[in-house]
C-alpha cells in the first residue's frame, strides 16, 4: 500500500524532514496494556504504544505518527482471506532444531490449527467476507538468524526460502507465521521487538503477498495481559495477527476502523478470552454484535 486517507497528504518527514514519496503500512500490537476499574468504569492504558496500523515513510524509512481521517468500520477493497487458504509455519534457529523444541513446536502447530478452526472465532469472521482456512505444514530452518534483523530483512529471507523450496509456495492463497527463537531483537525502523512491539503482519509486495506474520519469542512483559505463561503470551498474538492478516492481507487496504485493525480496537478493551481447545486469543470486533468477539 502506498498511500491511504491518513498519510495521504505527508510531503515531509516530520523527523529528518526529507521528501516522502509514499508509505509502507504494517498491522502492530503494540506492548500497551490496559485495564478497566470496574466501579467507575474507566480504562487506564499503560505503555504509550498502542496496536494498529504503522506508517513508514520511503524512502527515509522514518515511522510517521498520522491522524485518523475517521473513526467507522471500513473495507477498503483489498485482499481478504478466502475458504481453503492455508498457513505455514516457520520456526528459524538451531534453537528450534533442537529435539527439546519439539513439543513447543508441536504445541504451536496445535494452536495455529485450532485458532485457525475455531467456528466461533474464526468462523466468525464470514460477516466480513472472510473463510476459513488450515495449517498446511511447518518447516524448521535450522540456521540461526542475526541477533537483530529488520523486517526489510525477513521479508527478503522469507522470499528466499519460498524460491528455494524450503517454504512450500502457498502463492496469494495464504500466509506464513516466521517464529522467531530466544535473544533474537526485530526491528521496525528504529522500534525494537518486545520494547515497543509484540509481533505484526506484513506483506512483501502489496496485494501479490507473500503474506506473513512475524511472532518473536515470547517478551517477558507487556505482550500477555492473563497469565504469566509464555505459550499464552504467544498465541495471544498469534491469534491477532491471524484475525488481522485475514481481514487486512495488505495493511490498511481491507477491514479497518480508523488506524486500527479489527483486534486493535478490542485491544483498548481488552478481555482475556481462551477457546474450548485451550488457547488464549485475542477479541476482534464483531460488528454483527456491536461489540467485541467473547468466548460462549
Known amino acids: 500500500m502506498s498511500r491511504c486517507p491518513s498519510c495521504a497528504s505527508v510531503s515531509t518527514c516530520p523527523i529528518c524532514s526529507s521528501a516522502v514519496q509514499d508509505f509502507s503500512h504494517v498491522g502492530v500490537r503494540g506492548n500497551e496494556s490496559s485495564f478497566k476499574i470496574p466501579i467507575i468504569d474507566y480504562t487506564i492504558s499503560t505503555g504509550g504504544n498502542p496496536s494498529g496500523i504503522r506508517h513508514y515513510a520511503r524512502p527515509c524509512g522514518h515511522r510517521i505518527v498520522t491522524a485518523p481521517v475517521s473513526a467507522d468500520l471500513v473495507y477498503n477493497g483489498g485482499p481478504l482471506w478466502g475458504n481453503g487458504y492455508t498457513w505455514v509455519n516457520i520456526f528459524w534457529g538451531t534453537f528450534y532444531a533442537d ?55 525477513l521479508a527478503k529471507q522469507l522470499v528466499s526460502w519460498i524460491s528455494s523450496g524450503i517454504a512450500k509456495d502457498v502463492g496469494s492463497k495464504g500466509a506464513y507465521n516466521v517464529f522467531l527463537p530466544p535473544v533474537v531483537s526485530l526491528t521496525l525502523s528504529s522500534e525494537s521487538s518486545c520494547a515497543v512491539f509484540c509481533d505484526y503482519h506484513d ?72 477457546l474450548p481447545t485451550g488457547e488464549y486469543v485475542n477479541a476482534w470486533y464483531d460488528r454483527a454484535k456491536g461489540a467485541c468477539w467473547a468466548v460462549r
Open 99 to 153: 529435539k527439546t523444541s519439539q513439543s513447543w513446536i508441536s504445541r504451536v502447530n496445535r494452536a495455529t490449527s485450532n485458532i485457525e478452526t475455531d467456528q466461533s472465532y474464526s468462523g466468525g469472521l464470514k460477516q466480513y467476507n472472510v473463510g476459513m482456512g488450515r495449517l498446511l505444514g511447518s518447516t524448521v530452518v535450522p540456521a540461526d538468524p542475526p541477533a537483530t534483523i529488520s523486517n526489510a530483512e
Open 203 to 274: 506483506t512483501v509486495d502489496g496485494a501479490k503477498g507473500p503474506f506473513y506474520t512475524v511472532e518473536p519469542y515470547p517478551c517477558s512483559s507487556g505482550c500477555n495481559q492473563c497469565t504469566s505463561s509464555e505459550f499464552d503470551t504467544l498465541t495471544m498474538g498469534l491469534s491477532e495477527e491471524l484475525i488481522e492478516l485475514k481481514t487486512d492481507m495488505n495493511p490498511g487496504t481491507g477491514w479497518v476502523i480508523g488506524n486500527e485493525e479489527l483486534c486493535d480496537f478490542c485491544d483498548k478493551h481488552f478481555v482475556c478470552n481462551k
